[in-house]
């Protein structure tokens, strides 16, 4: 299993998110756990992407579940 944290921010006017819709843009950083990887992103494929590089790149075995 692989743990990451990820910190998502949307632009707009502050206030209760619940009542405004969900917007296209969202940024916000990521940390791969693991290996202290940081990233940032500002789309939902740059986010995916940074998950996938650290998947792949890591050279340890899983750990067990």
Do not use: K, N, Y
Not at 13 to 29: L, M, N, Y
Not at 47 to 59: E, Y
């Amino acid at each position: 299993m692989q743990t990451f944290v990820v910190r998502v921010w949307v632009p707009g006017e502050p206030g209760d998110a619940v009542d405004r819709p969900i917007p296209a843009e969202v940024h916000g950083v990521v940390e791969h756990v693991r290996s202290g990887r940081i990233g940032t992103f500002c789309d939902d494929e740059e986010l995916l992407g940074f998950i996938h590089d650290c998947i792949r790149l890591d050279p340890r075995p899983p750990e067990p579940a």
